[in-house]
């Protein structure tokens, strides 16, 4: 059974941990931008060995509020509304909506 990553995630992961990645893949096949030492071959393991293949939160959040019907799109346009014509009216529908999809997490 092939492992499955989540390629955003890893790559920031590595590139925490210092490591001169290029790109990952959600095989988990890792490129970096150079031949990696003793040292970094180890800590990429630790990282990879460690690596938690959900996705963040904040990935999760807009997953679910785009399957609520909110684009990023009514998101701008309803900020843009309140800013510009001080109309808060678009905003506040979607806070109570996104609140409400958001509940269910």
Known sequence: MENIYNPSKLTKELIEAGLPVAGVS????????RKLTKAETQT??????AHDTCPPD?????????G???SQEDILMALWT?????????????VEKIDKALSGL
Do not use: K, P, T
């Open 68 to 70: 609520a019907g909110v």
């Open 82 to 94: 309140q800013a510009v014509r001080g109309d808060s009216s678009a905003v506040d529908a979607l």
């Open 26 to 33: 959600s095989d988990g096949r890792i490129d970096y931008a």
């Open 44 to 49: 990429s393991q630790a990282v990879v060995d």
């Open 58 to 66: 904040v990935e999760v959040e807009r997953l679910v509020i785009a």
